[in-house]
């Protein structure tokens, strides 16, 4: 309205300058980010700090291992699994990263049939990638039980340098705390789609305007990172 009162008086809108013309910029809300949406620009920012956040993380387990002076566990020994009397190295770890990385294709597909406007396979989609990160996060909470039955604490462990367990279940906890909460909205969000809510803009919370169905891509984004961020844990931690 204003735009529009201003064109018909001949009125020229003039945007300020230097350090005024930034604020003013940064300062119009979700306009500031042009042509992305406000939700998707806050999840972009997220992902960055949380980026950050494993990156500290990754960063200190590889000076804590390379300044050691004690012996370093080997992964392929400490994560080996004895299935019919064979000792596999690294099959657990190896069985979960192929679940999380299959995890993402679904969610890819989720998000491909949510804009096409099918609620139930989108949907279905989304409760099979929530099936996977659960599936996940359940082998994982079996390797964090097989290792403390071992002896492996924060302070210590049978096989090496101490630090070995404080790092194992600081980074691994932290990402699964992610997978976790991630299958929790996953679960949401499908159940809304599945009800049509974002088709009739229907009121409550991680609704968008209506036939949009941008927080399933949110819900991409946020997914497809936690996954990522999982192939940087398995080839620092499990690999090295």
């Not at 201003?6 to 809300?29: E, F, K, Y």
């Not at 924060?154 to 980074?171: L, R, T």
């Not at 499908?190 to 819900?219: C, H, P, W």
């Amino acid at each position: 309205m204003t735009d529009a009162a201003l064109a018909n008086t001949g009125a020229a809108l003039t945007r300020p300058s230097g350090w005024r013309g930034i604020v003013a910029d940064w300062s119009s809300d979700q306009r500031a980010f042009k042509n992305v949406s406000w939700g998707k620009a806050m999840m972009w920012i997220f992902l960055l700090s949380d980026t950050f956040i494993f990156s500290c993380f990754l960063l200190s387990y590889m000076t804590v291992r390379m300044s050691t002076t004690v012996p370093w566990p080997n992964p392929s020994k400490v994560f080996a699994l004895t299935i019919g009397g064979t000792t596999i190295p690294l099959i657990l770890i190896a069985i979960m990263t192929f679940i999380l990385i299959s995890s993402s294709g679904t969610m890819a597909m989720a998000v491909n049939f949510g804009y096409r406007h099918d609620r139930v396979k989108s949907a279905v989609l989304m409760l099979l990638t929530a099936a996977l990160g659960a599936t996940f996060v359940g082998m994982q909470g079996f390797e964090w039980t097989k290792l403390i039955m071992e002896g492996v604490r924060p302070w210590g462990n049978p096989w090496g340098a101490d630090q070995f367990g404080s790092s194992f279940f600081m980074i691994t906890g932290f990402h699964g705390t992610h997978v976790t909460i991630g299958v929790i909205f996953l679960i949401i969000t499908s159940r809304k789609v599945l009800r049509g809510d974002f088709d009739r803009e229907a009121r409550g919370f991680f609704t968008s305007q209506k036939g949009r169905y941008e927080n399933v891509e949110i819900m991409g984004l946020y997914w497809h990172f936690v996954d990522l961020v999982w192939v940087f844990i398995f080839a620092f931690f499990y690999l090295w």
